[in-house]
């Protein structure tokens, strides 16, 4: 049960729905790009790792570094295709939506009508009411300020006029009532559906954003775990080993 | 074992050590850098999920993608805290390091001493044997040619001489050997403890690094979790609900 302008209400609404599409689909753009540049900065500090110095013990750490440094820019470069992928899917359930309403504002044109009658006929039942009253009370004032037959019988007259007219209006206002509340219960209900069914896609849109992200946090998870198992072997003791081949000049005694 | 110049290898790489902890505070510098500025952007995407259409179902589902992009970007931002910390930590053991290089730098002053003598002996042990030759050799070739007892007697004095010498620096050279073997093999016992012992810091300072992203990374985990869980409790029905509540004009039927 709404007003009588809750048809607008609703019809607002619908537009509204396509509004939160877009923006929807600009939020998963802006945090896209994010992550791109994020991944580039990464491969930016995947390059810094390999410029630095590759004399001493340490030098074969910075592989590692690398190595890890460059995954992480490809798993949020991974992210980034995936959410421009999801971007598509958003543009093409908006483009849906479109459609869809263009043809629920044809469905409605009935309802519209409904609520306009209903609209008019509330204010002439309004009026022919008014002047229902005040033909009675004229006539009335004339019987007892004792006025001549003849006015009396021509205010009786206007009074009967005008009882007809708003007994007419009443009649076809509990019509157009009737109309309005069947046409209107029906909208309501389509509306709601157009309504259920945005959020429900707009849910699923958002459930494959979640589940993307999730993915890709657990591929950075590995990464990580990945690097902290390399440096574990990368002893102290290989490191050194290495050194002493690369740079030792023989196991014998000079 | 190592040749004569194994000093200045080793040497060199002590000084490598410092370069490398330098590369190192780079490194996570440039890292937090690019922390800081995920952290700015997603701050900024909570801004635009706030400025989205408050009309319509949809419009309290920005609230949920607002306060999970907050708490990302102060995830990020807490990371960015914690590395400047670590970076802190790396500086402070870089001061420590050119500290003890410079007391190493005394403490095997007498190990450069000895490989200096052992690399002027080695030139002046070749030079004597030389002259040692020419001069038995001229000795040998008057004896030949049948020259004045008085020229062989005097090839004879040079001989010896060169002899005395020749045999001089041959014990000195052993004397040089001697010294410069047991100051090597104390020095490059040092070298590897100071090589050592800087892998291990460095280690230790990469194990830290490695607990920071992994601990942050749980975290952001746990905010995906929440969003996942409050996207879950934001229903289609409470949506509706809400929108007719804030919208609505009564529950009466017109």
Redesign the interface.
């Known amino acids: 049960?709404?007003?009588?302008?809750?048809f607008d209400?609703l019809y607002?609404?619908m537009k509204?729905?396509h509004?939160?599409t877009k923006?929807l689909a600009?939020?998963i753009r802006?945090?896209a790009a994010?992550e791109e540049?994020?991944s580039r900065?990464?491969t930016k500090?995947a390059k810094?790792?390999s410029n630095?110095?590759q004399?001493?013990?340490?030098?074969p750490?910075?592989d590692v570094?690398k190595t890890s440094t460059e995954k992480l820019a490809s798993c949020h470069l991974d992210l980034v295709r995936r959410l421009q992928e999801l971007i598509k899917e958003v543009h093409k359930y908006g483009d849906e939506q479109i459609k869809a309403y263009k043809k629920t504002k044809e469905d409605v044109s009935g309802t519209l009508e409904a609520v306009q009658n209903i609209q008019s006929i509330t204010q002439a039942l309004q009026k022919s009411k008014e002047n229902y009253n005040a033909k009675c009370v004229e006539q009335e004032r004339l019987k007892k300020e004792g006025a001549t037959q003849r006015e009396v019988d021509k205010a009786a007259v206007k009074s009967k006029k005008a009882t007809d007219t708003y007994k007419l209006y009443v009649e076809k206002y509990a019509a157009f009532k009737s109309d309005f509340?069947q046409k209107m219960t029906e909208t309501a209900q389509k509306f709601?559906d157009i309504?259920?069914m945005?959020?429900?896609r707009?849910?699923e849109i958002?459930?494959s954003l979640?589940n993307t992200?999730?993915e890709i946090?657990f591929q950075?998870?590995e990464v990580?775990e990945e690097?902290?198992n390399n440096?574990t072997n990368?002893t102290?003791e290989s490191?050194?080993q290495k050194?002493a081949e690369s740079?030792?000049?023989?196991?014998?005694?000079?």
Chains 1, 2 share one sequence.
């Not at 049960?1 to 809750?6: A, D, K, W």
Request: charged share 25%; aromatic share 12%; net charge negative.
């Open positions: 049960g709404e007003r009588n302008n809750g209400v607002h609404n509204h729905g509004l939160s923006d600009d939020f802006e945090r994010i540049a994020y900065s990464m500090l810094s790792a630095y110095t004399l001493g013990t340490f030098a750490v910075w570094f509340e709601q309504e259920e945005h959020l429900l707009m849910k958002i459930e979640s992200i999730k946090h950075i998870g990580h690097f902290i440096m990368t102290i490191l050194i050194f740079k030792g000049t023989g196991k014998e005694r000079p």
